[in-house]
């Protein structure tokens, strides 16, 4: 691609002394030499259809808008709804209705908060039978042992003479066999 440069308008001394017709002659030099081109052909609407082109609908041929101004209000307005398009009142049967659905709905509510707060208790009382199953469990052999002889199911022959002197502090017999 060539770079248009800008001439320079270099004026002889000849030039210089001519009126203003040299210089618009200078100026269509320069415009030719910065690349301005001349105007070709003119294109009109038959030339392009015969190539294809269809033209849309024109703005020049879309119509006046049919508003009355008459009723229109241009003022500023106060940003509120006019109180012709506001809400209409509920009628008293709107109401009722209403009112009974509500109250339908509180009360499948209310049943069902009961059914699910008697699982919920069920819930609890499992929870608390294995949480004291393992607590039992958590106990030290010593304990144990202790409930199981509480409850006379003590097992015998680990330690006979043990056993033994326990029963029978167990029982009131205090001779010093175990001081």
Do not use: C
């Not at 440069?5 to 910065?34: F, G, P, Q, Y």
């Not at 010593?142 to 022959?157: F, H, I, M, T, W």
Request: charged share 45%.
């Amino acid at each position: 691609m060539k770079k248009a440069k800008a001439m320079r308008n270099e004026v002889s001394d000849d030039e210089s002394s001519s009126d203003s017709d040299s210089s618009s002659d200078s100026e269509t030099e320069i415009s030719v030499k910065l690349g301005k081109r001349k105007a070709g052909p003119v294109i009109d609407f038959e030339a392009l259809s015969r190539h294809g082109y269809r033209g849309g609908p024109s703005v020049l041929k879309v119509p006046e808008p049919k508003v009355d101004d008459k009723d229109r209000d241009w003022s500023w307005s106060s940003g509120k709804l006019s109180s012709g398009s506001g809400e209409t009142e509920e009628s008293f049967e709107e109401r009722q209705r209403t009112r009974a659905a509500l109250n339908e709905g509180e009360e499948l509510l209310f049943a069902k908060t009961r059914k699910d707060s008697e699982i919920e208790r069920e819930k609890e009382r499992v929870k608390e039978v294995e949480r004291k199953e393992i607590e039992r469990e958590k106990k030290s052999f010593s304990q144990k042992e202790k409930r199981k002889r509480d409850l006379g199911q003590a097992s015998r022959g680990k330690n006979y003479v043990e056993e033994e002197k326990r029963l029978l502090r167990e029982s009131g017999v205090y001779s010093g066999f175990d001081a």
